[in-house]
């Protein structure tokens, strides 16, 4: 199959439409405001798109647990000791068949506007993720839209046991679950006297906790607010399922998808299996997989083996952080696309921090040759510290040469996170989420975000001059990459060559192929320029087969037309000169 660049717009749903400014810790609904469905509105859509995007990952879709009264609408109300933060945690889920009625106009109509919602998105070009998260669910789980014939998770169970292979869960014979010993600051609804808070929580038997934990009463840290999904895998680690032949890593979907057909497996397979068909059939057009790595392997080829004979053009994208199991979780589990955090991502902070050289960006590229098409970059999402706060870079223009970079550096799609491309910080106390990240658990506003968002309009009139600079450059640079036929050409190196010239802050590699030859450049310093002269290796000249002479490129990511750099090629070898003030990030573009 050819090789396609994508890019990938994460927005917090619930918080891109969001106009309040409050931002009260521990805020209601009522007081600090919510993001709906309707928001992403034909404006926002056409802006979103015109930033350079292919697909939106609508994240905190599916129906989670929260504390707000829908009662009228037929929905249990959540226990607030087991919900993070008032507005809840996305990765808690507690109807899988269901949308979150904070996120519609009219909670009983939440179905068809989020279908709506998937009309508008194709509509302007751009497809639909939304997460599913196999590993866990919430603490109560629920169905009220259950297709005919679904039974909800742990329905069904044997709970006088600790494991069955088709149980759903893990249990705690003879024992109550018991909340942790939660610290004053995250104390439920922040330690407001609530009616639902009147009674404990009880769950007896206690489930295993959603990380993992078999305690009773879990530790704080743990994932207390959700409990594992059981796979088959037995408490002792075995496998109580059929494993894939060893071979299986070079085969295609289709084979797998005809392996399982001759199995039986455990019955949390089936029902994540029905979640994803029910899904896709919907019109969602793929999917962000929370924690895969905690799932077995095998469970993946069972899962995206039918979603591929459903659609084969699904994309499937998930977090899995141990290298060592990249690989596998790709050929054998047929994920298409894997975070990169724990080299990239961890990497390009590291420079921005000043904390390691750009010397360790090839390093980390040449480790990932054989998967670099799979390995999806990003500088900011939901998990991690934003960019421009303190804790990470501490200024959005480091969003330049590390997303050039990030973007530039493979054929894998490039992630950014809503708020992101106008310098967002996350410097809120949301009550639950605290700053740095913009929390997932509260009812807060997205301050810059909401800048550019300008009272509806969807057109940046709040932004500084500054801000819209940055935006215009993530503009550029996305659209770039969408366009650029070297994008899924060939990668060079061209730091090692010239690692003195560069520096520890400057980096400088190559991407080509028949038509185009691009030299992505870059300075990390905030404070420093670099002018340099760099050399092409003779090994590259000869690959491209350039003549000697000279030879102009544009910069595609320059403001003004007149951007130029000329490369000079004698006796075979090339050499330029190049300008890079702080926080430069170039794409020199020679049309060959």
Same mark, same amino acid.
């Given at each position: 199959?050819?090789?396609?660049?994508?890019?990938?717009?994460?927005v917090?749903?619930?918080?891109?439409?969001?106009?309040?400014?409050?931002?009260?810790?521990?805020?209601?609904?009522?007081?600090?405001?919510?993001?709906?469905?309707?928001?992403?509105?034909?404006?926002?859509?056409?802006?979103?798109?015109?930033?350079?995007?292919?697909?939106?990952?609508?994240?905190?879709?599916?129906?989670?647990?929260?504390?707000?009264?829908y009662q009228?609408?037929?929905?249990?109300?959540?226990?607030?000791a087991?919900?993070?933060?008032?507005?809840?945690?996305?990765?808690?889920?507690?109807? =899988?068949?269901?949308?979150?009625?904070?996120?519609?106009?009219?909670?009983?109509?939440?179905?068809?506007?989020?279908?709506?919602?998937?009309?508008?998105?194709?509509?302007?070009?751009?497809?639909?993720?939304?997460?599913?998260?196999?590993?866990?669910?919430?603490?109560?789980?629920?169905?009220?839209?259950?297709?005919?014939?679904?039974?909800?998770?742990?329905?069904?169970?044997?709970?006088?046991?600790?494991?069955?292979?088709?149980?759903?869960?893990?249990?705690?014979?003879?024992?109550?679950?018991?909340?942790?010993?939660?610290?004053?600051?995250?104390?439920?609804?922040?330690?407001?006297?609530?009616?639902?808070?009147?009674q404990?929580?009880?769950?007896?038997?206690?489930?295993?906790?959603?990380?993992?934990?078999?305690?009773?009463?879990?530790?704080f840290?743990?994932? =207390?607010?959700?409990?594992?999904?059981?796979?088959?895998?037995?408490?002792?680690?075995?496998?109580?399922?059929?494993?894939?032949?060893?071979?299986?890593?070079?085969?295609?979907?289709?084979?797998?998808?005809?392996?399982?057909?001759?199995?039986?497996?455990?019955?949390?397979w089936?029902?994540?299996?029905d979640?994803?068909?029910?899904?896709?059939?919907?019109?969602?057009?793929?999917?962000?997989?929370?924690?895969?790595?905690?799932?077995?392997?095998?469970?993946?080829s069972?899962?995206?083996?039918?979603?591929?004979?459903?659609?084969?053009?699904?994309?499937?994208?998930?977090?899995?952080?141990?290298?060592?199991?990249?690989?596998? =979780?790709?050929?054998?589990?047929?994920?298409?696309?894997?975070?990169?955090?724990?080299d990239? =991502?961890?990497?390009?902070?590291?420079?921005?921090?000043?904390?390691?050289?750009?010397?360790?960006?090839?390093?980390?590229?040449?480790?990932?040759?054989?998967?670099?098409?799979?390995?999806?970059?990003?500088?900011?999402?939901?998990?991690?510290?934003?960019?421009?706060?303190?804790?990470?870079?501490?200024?959005?223009?480091?969003?330049?040469?590390?997303?050039?970079?990030?973007?530039?550096?493979?054929?894998?799609?490039?992630?950014?996170?809503?708020g992101?491309?106008?310098?967002?910080?996350?410097?809120?106390?949301?009550?639950?989420?605290?700053?740095?990240?913009?929390?997932?658990?509260?009812?807060?506003?997205?301050?810059?975000?909401?800048?550019?968002?300008?009272?509806?309009?969807?057109?940046?009139?709040?932004?500084?001059?500054?801000?819209?600079?940055?935006?215009?450059?993530?503009?550029?640079?996305?659209?770039?990459t969408?366009?650029?036929?070297?994008?899924?050409?060939?990668?060079?190196d061209?730091?090692?060559?010239?690692?003195?010239a560069?520096?520890?802050?400057?980096?400088?590699?190559?991407?080509?192929?028949?038509?185009?030859?691009?030299?992505?450049?870059?300075?990390?310093?905030?404070?420093?320029?670099?002018?340099?002269?760099?050399?092409?290796?003779?090994?590259?000249?000869?690959?491209?087969?350039?003549?000697?002479?000279?030879?102009?490129?544009?910069?595609?990511?320059?403001?003004?037309?007149?951007?130029?750099?000329?490369?000079?090629?004698?006796?075979?070898?090339?050499?330029?000169?190049?300008?890079?003030?702080?926080?430069?990030?170039?794409a020199?573009?020679?049309?060959?």
């Open positions: 199959m050819k090789k396609q660049k994508y890019s990938v717009y994460q917090f749903t619930r918080l891109f439409g969001n106009q309040c400014a409050r931002n009260q810790p521990w805020g209601t609904l009522e007081e600090n405001g919510v993001g709906k469905f309707s928001d992403f509105n034909d404006d926002a859509l056409a802006a979103i798109k015109q930033l350079g995007i292919s697909h939106i990952w609508y994240t905190g879709v599916p129906h989670h647990a929260l504390v707000r009264d009228a609408y037929g929905i249990d109300n959540d226990h607030p087991v919900v993070k933060g008032r507005a809840g945690s996305p990765y808690a889920v507690k109807d =899988y068949y269901s949308v979150n009625p904070d996120l519609a106009d009219n909670p009983a109509e939440r179905m068809a506007e989020f279908a709506a919602l998937i009309e508008r998105t194709h509509r302007h070009g751009m497809r639909v993720i939304i997460d599913i998260v196999p590993n866990h669910v919430a603490r109560k789980y629920h169905g009220l839209n259950n297709p005919e014939g679904v039974r909800d998770f742990g329905a069904d169970d044997d709970t006088s046991v600790e494991y069955h292979r088709d149980n759903n869960f893990y249990y705690i014979p003879g024992h109550a679950f018991q909340l942790p010993d939660i610290p004053t600051p995250f104390s439920p609804l922040g330690g407001e006297a609530h009616p639902q808070l009147a404990p929580y009880q769950e007896f038997p206690a489930k295993w906790t959603g990380n993992g934990s078999r305690l009773a009463k879990p530790n840290d743990d994932w =207390y607010e959700t409990v594992k999904v059981n796979y088959g895998v037995r408490p002792d680690g075995s496998k109580d399922f059929a494993e894939l032949p060893a071979d299986f890593a070079q085969k295609t979907a289709a084979e797998h998808f005809a392996f399982w057909q001759q199995q039986d497996v455990p019955d949390s089936k029902k994540f299996r979640i994803a068909l029910y899904w896709l059939d919907f019109g969602v057009d793929g999917f962000r997989y929370d924690m895969a790595e905690m799932v077995p392997v095998e469970f993946w069972y899962l995206n083996s039918h979603i591929k004979m459903r659609n084969p053009d699904a994309f499937l994208m998930a977090e899995v952080y141990q290298p060592h199991l990249y690989r596998d =979780y790709l050929h054998l589990g047929k994920m298409d696309y894997l975070y990169d955090k724990v990239l =991502y961890d990497g390009l902070k590291a420079v921005m921090q000043n904390r390691a050289s750009t010397a360790i960006i090839g390093e980390i590229q040449a480790q990932m040759m054989d998967i670099e098409h799979h390995m999806l970059h990003f500088l900011d999402n939901h998990d991690e510290q934003r960019l421009a706060s303190p804790q990470f870079a501490g200024d959005a223009e480091f969003g330049r040469p590390a997303m050039l970079v990030s973007a530039l550096l493979s054929s894998s799609p490039t992630m950014i996170y809503f992101q491309e106008v310098g967002e910080a996350g410097a809120e106390t949301g009550g639950f989420g605290q700053p740095s990240r913009t929390s997932i658990f509260d009812y807060v506003g997205v301050p810059e975000h909401q800048k550019w968002m300008n009272e509806g309009q969807f057109d940046g009139g709040q932004l500084s001059e500054k801000q819209r600079a940055l935006r215009a450059f993530y503009s550029r640079l996305l659209n770039f969408l366009t650029s036929s070297a994008m899924c050409g060939e990668y060079y061209l730091y090692s060559r010239n690692q003195q560069l520096g520890h802050f400057c980096h400088l590699f190559a991407r080509f192929d028949s038509q185009q030859l691009v030299l992505a450049a870059s300075n990390f310093s905030a404070h420093h320029s670099n002018a340099c002269q760099v050399v092409l290796p003779e090994a590259l000249i000869a690959q491209l087969a350039l003549a000697d002479g000279q030879y102009t490129f544009s910069n595609a990511l320059s403001e003004t037309d007149g951007d130029r750099l000329t490369l000079t090629v004698e006796n075979g070898l090339g050499h330029a000169s190049l300008e890079l003030p702080s926080f430069a990030a170039c020199w573009v020679l049309e060959r």
